[in-house]
Nanobody, 116 residues
Framework: QVQLVESGGGSVQAGGSLRVSCTAS????????VAWFRQAPGKEREFVAR????????EDSDSVKGRFTISRDNAKNTVYLQMNSLKPEDTAIYYC?????????WGHGTQVTVSS
């Protein structure tokens, strides 16, 4: 059974940094791309970043480009999202996502709160 478990969220002041992690089980991790999405209160879930199975190719949304970095360690079945220069508008629940055999999997999410 595929499971994605996020960790590392928390509260930080604007301009600060956080790193969130997503650890996967129940799949051949190195075969699949993994993405981060986020959902702020009252808003729709939005794409943040994606990393290819090898980790060599990444894609970022315009809202986080230059501030967030996605990476992965296939030996640890883990994807990371390093978030720098955080802004209050980055406050959201951050979700890990993987598409496996045409089925979408989500983690339970981790809360990130940025205060001004």
């Amino acid at each position: 059974q595929v499971q994605l478990v996020e960790s590392g969220g928390g509260s930080v002041q604007a301009g600060g940094s956080l790193r969130v992690s997503c650890t996967a089980s129940g799949l051949t991790f190195s075969s699949y791309a993994v993405a981060w999405f986020r959902q702020a209160p009252g808003k729709e879930r939005e794409f943040v970043a994606r990393v290819s199975p090898s980790g060599r190719i990444t894609e970022d949304s315009d809202s986080v480009k230059g501030r967030f970095t996605i990476s992965r360690d296939n030996a640890k079945n883990t994807v990371y999202l390093q978030m720098n220069s955080l802004k209050p508008e980055d406050t959201a629940i951050y979700y890990c996502n993987a598409m496996i055999n045409s089925r979408e999997y989500w983690g339970h999410g981790t809360q990130v709160t940025v205060s001004s």
